[in-house]
């Protein structure tokens, strides 16, 4: 695993791109956005990219650096590998897309609810 | 080495500088190198030869090795006629109260003993012993080979012995390397264009090639200051020095086109090269690097010496490959491209290798088999090998003088004066124990290949030879030949003495040994120990003997090790090895059939002698095993990435071949323009070299690579990736792997400026 020193206002990821690896913040933040809507930040601790990695889809959002940061970088191989070799970090992993999904299927409920009270 | 590439692109100019200042000064400094090495060192030092032979100089006079020997032939008539008899004595005298010669004697200054007279009367030896270690000898031999050649009154001389046989090989050995690096480094220039298709990138691994080999000529200058270097292996850095750079630079200059070509900056295809192609290439050249290495466990100077020049040039070679040549390309940036001739084609997408490999793992029993058959027929003459050692049909007689004089003793002389066995005896006394000596010179002469004993109590002919004017086998006592017989006596050591057995057949073949093993079989009431050029062969073949268990045994393991943190699997490293040794085993067969056999000899231009030198196997073991595993490194690495995408193991090995295949392709016949420098050389040893690395290159590059590897790894599917569990888990911790390019990585590196 190799570790990356980004100035602030680097994309870390860019919506659309080609998946190539899996990233964990080891300090510093970032915001993710979609478009010109900024989704979250995250800081030290988040992970992000897997999903490109998962479907082979193109990057679903953009990670943007908001400050100096500092994050290790697992390529594709080294990120299957893993998944294979440790079964229970799979199912961490999945756990968490599924909070995502789960989180994802509230907002679009309370959305609905907004939209037709 | 992300970080590494950080600091090159950023010291560029730097490390360029830096790299001209070296080549400048090494190629200044290591220009002399030559006079620095040893012309011998095929010796083991601590063996009983070795330290007999020291005793023997030590306490007797004319008991040391025929170094140089002049070869004396009467302008007409006979040796004992007035006026020849005259020279002979004073050419005797003058030879001896010369500077760096122990002591001299001939036919004329031992009252005209006749084995040292030729059969026709026409030629007569005067034998030489001198002073100092094999260097000094070399050098005594080179300012006195002119002031005793050509006419000299009413004789011609010729020189020949041991020394000057070295001196002669040594020095027609450089001349080769000169001529084959004026061959082959045009024919490569071409070569590499051809594969580059552009002038400039071209240039590049050339560059790389030149950094390698003028630093090796300094590594070698400091390492022969303090230990004995073999001249011979200026000729491995030369080859292995062009050959791996023209690798390294092939992958390294590749990458870095196919980066640029994505449409990256400078910046971050060099970073990108380093961390794929440098990242490989450094891999290698460790693997290459360690294999060499196990030539250290050997006592012989020569040995040790090719790991000493191979190592400096590999390690030479791979820090210029991922120092200074990515330096290059970032100052170069897209003019790596100037000069373009063509546009070769792109190495991406199938192609040949890639069909190939579908077509065997379609069908992979068919060719194991047939391969694997095809291999161990080439492999069957090694089981015969018959191991021997240099000596002065090593060169053709019209590049020799000594090999001319040699010939001429072989055909004009009863017996072989120059190669006898010199047997010590201590604590025997040459006037008190007279009986035993006489009784184990009797036995001695009785034994077939023996031609004559000579020992303190007299002249002991074989049934078939006279000592003129007596009769066939019959014993001539030592007080008729006093001067003969003194050297068996010494002042200093009156307790001991010396036998002389003198041979009529070839000293350095399997008549030879054998003759060697019934002496040392001889009953006596005493321990002796014998010293001669017979001895010697056989002590330097049980040294490589004892250690070669080990050679191996660390040269496998380590490559187990090696690729194994490279790939993670327990069997595909087992497989390389296996595979490599196939292909070694085949191709030191095919040497033999060739070179043992004396096939081919007028069109090689070579003597046959009945045997290979006992070096050239283990030589060619080791640096053929490392460049085998270089190819094995790259294609490997290929594979693997592919699997771990989706395990599908077949399409990693179609992909894994395809993406290396032209590259690996070009990087063997780069090579093989480079052996086939070596293979040119009038010198048998370096022939050897040449056209047995030749063939392993060949048969691993190709028939290997393309049909056995896909067949094997179908053949075994998801079994080649197997490990234990504690072992795949290790293996991620520590094993090696190669980062695909990564966006997140580029940028980041591009924010380092």
Same mark, same amino acid.
């Given at each position: 695993?190799?570790?990356?020193?980004?100035?602030?206002?680097?994309?870390?990821?860019?919506?659309?791109?080609?998946?190539?690896?899996?990233?964990?913040?080891?300090?510093?933040?970032?915001?993710?956005?979609?478009?010109?809507?900024?989704?979250?930040?995250?800081?030290?601790?988040?992970?992000?990219?897997?999903?490109? !990695?998962?479907?082979?889809?193109?990057?679903?959002?953009?990670?943007?650096?908001?400050?100096?940061?500092?994050?290790?970088?697992?390529?594709?191989?080294?990120?299957?590998? !893993?998944?294979?070799?440790?079964?229970?970090?799979?199912?961490?992993?999945?756990?968490? !897309?599924?909070?995502?999904?789960?989180?994802?299927?509230?907002?679009?409920?309370?959305?609905?609810?907004?939209?037709?009270? | 080495?992300?970080?590494?590439?950080?600091?090159?692109?950023?010291?560029?100019?730097?490390?360029?500088?830096?790299?001209?200042?070296?080549?400048? +000064?090494?190629?200044?400094?290591?220009?002399?190198?030559?006079?620095?090495?040893?012309?011998?060192?095929?010796? %083991?030092?601590?063996?009983?030869?070795?330290?007999?032979?020291?005793?023997?100089?030590?306490?007797?006079?004319?008991?040391?090795?025929?170094?140089?020997?002049?070869? @004396?032939?009467?302008?007409?008539?006979?040796?004992?006629?007035?006026?020849? %008899?005259?020279?002979?004595?004073?050419?005797?005298?003058?030879?001896?109260?010369?500077?760096?010669?122990?002591?001299?004697?001939?036919?004329?200054?031992?009252?005209?003993?006749?084995?040292?007279?030729?059969?026709?009367?026409?030629?007569?030896?005067?034998?030489?012993?001198?002073?100092?270690?094999?260097?000094?000898?070399?050098?005594?031999?080179?300012?006195?080979?002119?002031?005793?050649?050509?006419?000299?009154? #009413?004789?011609?001389?010729?020189?020949?012995?041991?020394?000057?046989?070295?001196?002669?090989?040594?020095?027609?050995?450089?001349?080769?390397?000169?001529?084959?690096?004026?061959?082959?480094?045009?024919?490569?220039?071409?070569?590499?264009?051809?594969?580059?298709?552009?002038?400039?990138?071209?240039? /590049?691994?050339?560059?790389?090639?030149?950094?390698?080999?003028?630093?090796?000529?300094?590594?070698?200058? *400091?390492?022969?200051?303090?230990?004995?270097?073999?001249?011979?292996? *200026?000729?491995?850095?030369?080859?292995?020095?062009?050959?791996?750079? @023209?690798?390294?630079?092939?992958?390294?200059?590749? $990458?870095?086109?196919?980066?640029?070509?994505?449409? +990256?900056?400078?910046?971050?295809?060099?970073?990108?090269?380093?961390?794929?192609?440098?990242?490989?290439?450094?891999?290698?050249?460790?693997?290459?690097?360690?294999?060499?290495?196990?030539?250290?466990?050997?006592?012989?100077?020569?040995?040790?010496?090719?790991?000493?020049?191979?190592?400096?040039?590999?390690?030479?070679?791979?820090?210029?490959?991922?120092?200074?040549?990515?330096?290059?390309?970032?100052?170069?940036?897209?003019?790596?491209?100037?000069?373009?001739?063509?546009?070769?084609?792109?190495?991406?997408?199938?192609?040949?290798?890639?069909?190939?490999?579908? $077509?065997?793992?379609?069908?992979?029993? #068919?060719?194991?088999?047939?391969?694997?058959?095809?291999?161990?027929?080439?492999?069957?003459?090694?089981?015969?090998?018959?191991?021997?050692?240099?000596?002065?049909?090593?060169?053709?007689?019209? @590049?020799?003088?000594?090999?001319?004089?040699?010939?001429?003793?072989?055909?004009?002389?009863?017996?072989?004066?120059?190669?006898?066995?010199?047997?010590?005896?201590?604590?025997?006394?040459?006037?008190?124990?007279?009986?035993?000596?006489?009784?184990?010179?009797?036995? /001695? $002469?009785?034994?077939?290949?023996?031609?004559?004993?000579?020992?303190?109590?007299?002249?002991?002919?074989?049934?078939?030879?006279?000592?003129?004017?007596?009769?066939?086998?019959?014993?001539?006592?030592?007080?008729?030949?006093?001067?003969?017989?003194?050297?068996?006596?010494? %002042?200093?050591?009156?307790?001991?003495?010396?036998?002389?057995?003198?041979?009529?057949?070839?000293? /350095?073949?399997?008549?030879?040994?054998? /003759?060697?093993?019934?002496?040392?079989?001889?009953?006596?009431?005493?321990?002796?120990?014998?010293?001669?050029?017979?001895?010697?062969?056989?002590?330097?073949?049980?040294?490589?003997?004892?250690?070669?268990? *080990?050679?191996?045994?660390?040269?496998?393991?380590?490559?187990?090790?090696?690729?194994?943190?490279?790939?993670?699997?327990?069997?595909? #490293?087992?497989?390389?090895?296996?595979?490599?040794?196939?292909?070694?085993?085949?191709?030191?067969?095919?040497?033999?059939?060739?070179?043992?056999?004396?096939?081919?000899?007028?069109?090689?231009?070579?003597?046959?002698?009945?045997?290979?030198?006992?070096?050239?196997?283990?030589?060619?073991?080791?640096?053929?095993?490392?460049?085998?595993?270089?190819?094995?490194?790259?294609?490997?690495?290929?594979?693997?990435?592919?699997?771990?995408?989706?395990?599908?193991?077949?399409?990693?090995?179609? +992909?894994?071949?395809?993406?290396?295949?032209?590259?690996?392709?070009?990087?063997?016949?780069?090579?093989?323009?480079?052996?086939?420098?070596?293979?040119?050389?009038?010198?048998?040893? @370096?022939?050897?070299?040449?056209?047995?690395?030749?063939?392993?290159?060949?048969?691993?590059?190709? *028939?290997?690579?393309?049909?056995?590897?896909?067949?094997?790894?179908?053949?075994?599917?998801?079994?080649?990736?197997?490990?234990?569990?504690?072992? $795949?888990?290790?293996?991620?911790?520590?094993?090696?792997?190669?980062?695909?390019?990564?966006?997140?990585?580029?940028?980041?590196?591009?924010?380092?400026?």
């Amino acid at each position: 695993m190799e570790t990356a020193s980004l100035p602030a206002g680097t994309p870390l990821v860019e919506e659309g791109e080609e998946g190539d690896a899996f990233f964990v913040i080891l300090d510093g933040t970032a915001s993710v956005r979609k478009g010109t809507q900024t989704l979250a930040d995250v800081g030290p601790g988040a992970s992000f990219g897997e999903l490109a !990695l998962l479907d082979g889809e193109p990057r679903s959002a953009s990670v943007i650096a908001t400050v100096d940061v500092s994050v290790a970088v697992l390529g594709v191989r080294m990120f299957r590998t !893993l998944l294979r070799e440790f079964p229970e970090m799979a199912i961490q992993l999945i756990a968490g !897309l599924a909070g995502d999904l789960r989180r994802a299927r509230d907002e679009l409920a309370e959305a609905t609810r907004d939209r037709n009270p | 080495m992300r970080r590494l590439a950080g600091w090159v692109v950023r010291r560029r100019w730097f490390i360029i500088v830096a790299a001209v200042i070296f080549v400048a +000064v090494a190629g200044f400094a290591g220009s002399g190198v030559h006079q620095e090495l040893s012309a011998g060192g095929f010796d %083991d030092p601590g063996s009983e030869s070795a330290h007999t032979s020291e005793q023997l100089v030590r306490r007797f006079v004319g008991a040391g090795e025929p170094e140089f020997v002049v070869l @004396v032939t009467a302008r007409s008539g006979s040796v004992d006629d007035e006026a020849v %008899d005259a020279a002979g004595l004073a050419i005797t005298e003058k030879l001896a109260n010369e500077r760096g010669v122990d002591n001299a004697s001939s036919y004329w200054s031992l009252d005209k003993p006749p084995p040292l007279k030729s059969r026709d009367g026409s030629q007569a030896l005067i034998i030489a012993e001198l002073d100092g270690e094999q260097g000094e000898r070399v050098e005594t031999a080179e300012r006195l080979f002119p002031k005793y050649s050509g006419r000299h009154g #009413p004789v011609d001389l010729g020189i020949t012995g041991l020394t000057e046989v070295v001196r002669q090989v040594s020095e027609r050995s450089s001349k080769d390397l000169e001529r084959s690096e004026i061959i082959t480094a045009p024919i490569t220039g071409i070569a590499l264009v051809l594969v580059f298709g552009s002038l400039v990138a071209a240039s /590049l691994p050339l560059i790389v090639g030149i950094i390698a080999v003028v630093g090796t000529l300094l590594a070698l200058l *400091l390492i022969a200051s303090v230990t004995e270097v073999s001249v011979f292996s *200026l000729n491995l850095t030369t080859g292995l020095g062009l050959g791996l750079s @023209v690798d390294y630079g092939l992958f390294i200059v590749s $990458r870095y086109r196919e980066e640029m070509a994505k449409g +990256v900056s400078t910046r971050v295809a060099v970073g990108r090269t380093m961390q794929t192609a440098g990242r490989t290439v450094a891999f290698s050249a460790i693997t290459v690097m360690i294999s060499l290495t196990a030539l250290l466990v050997f006592p012989q100077a020569y040995l040790r010496s090719f790991a000493y020049s191979g190592v400096a040039v590999v390690a030479i070679a791979g820090i210029a490959a991922v120092v200074v040549l990515p330096a290059l390309l970032a100052v170069l940036g897209a003019k790596v491209e100037v000069g373009r001739i063509f546009k070769p084609r792109e190495t991406e997408g199938g192609g040949f290798w890639g069909r190939q490999a579908h $077509r065997v793992m379609r069908q992979p029993w #068919p060719y194991a088999i047939g391969v694997s058959a095809v291999l161990i027929t080439l492999a069957i003459p090694f089981l015969h090998i018959r191991l021997g050692q240099v000596d002065d049909r090593v060169v053709q007689p019209q @590049v020799s003088s000594a090999r001319r004089m040699t010939d001429a003793i072989r055909e004009g002389f009863p017996t072989r004066e120059s190669s006898a066995m010199r047997v010590l005896l201590r604590d025997v006394s040459p006037t008190d124990d007279t009986d035993a000596i006489d009784a184990f010179a009797k036995d /001695l $002469r009785e034994i077939p290949g023996v031609a004559r004993v000579d020992a303190a109590t007299g002249f002991y002919p074989s049934a078939d030879q006279a000592i003129a004017p007596f009769g066939k086998g019959e014993f001539v006592p030592a007080d008729l030949a006093p001067k003969l017989a003194e050297r068996f006596f010494s %002042d200093a050591f009156p307790n001991d003495t010396w036998v002389n057995v003198v041979p009529d057949i070839e000293p /350095l073949s399997k008549p030879g040994e054998l /003759l060697l093993e019934r002496v040392r079989a001889t009953p006596a009431p005493f321990e002796f120990t014998i010293a001669g050029p017979t001895a010697r062969l056989v002590d330097s073949k049980e040294a490589i003997q004892e250690q070669l268990p *080990l050679a191996i045994g660390f040269i496998a393991l380590v490559t187990f090790l090696l690729l194994f943190l490279m790939t993670g699997s327990v069997l595909v #490293p087992i497989k390389a090895l296996l595979l490599n040794v196939l292909s070694l085993t085949a191709a030191f067969g095919a040497l033999v059939f060739i070179f043992q056999e004396g096939r081919f000899a007028d069109f090689l231009g070579y003597t046959p002698t009945g045997s290979i030198d006992t070096f050239t196997p283990l030589l060619l073991f080791c640096i053929a095993f490392g460049l085998s595993m270089d190819y094995e490194v790259f294609l490997l690495s290929r594979i693997k990435e592919e699997y771990d995408y989706d395990h599908d193991n077949e399409r990693a090995v179609a +992909v894994g071949l395809a993406k290396t295949g032209r590259i690996v392709t070009a990087a063997a016949l780069l090579l093989t323009i480079v052996f086939l420098g070596l293979a040119t050389s009038e010198v048998l040893q @370096v022939k050897l070299f040449g056209v047995g690395l030749l063939l392993a290159i060949l048969v691993d590059a190709f *028939l290997i690579r393309a049909t056995l590897v896909p067949a094997f790894m179908r053949l075994a599917g998801r079994v080649n990736w197997w490990a234990p569990k504690f072992l $795949r888990r290790w293996h991620l911790r520590f094993g090696i792997w190669e980062n695909e390019p990564i966006k997140l990585l580029d940028r980041a590196f591009e924010a380092e400026r």
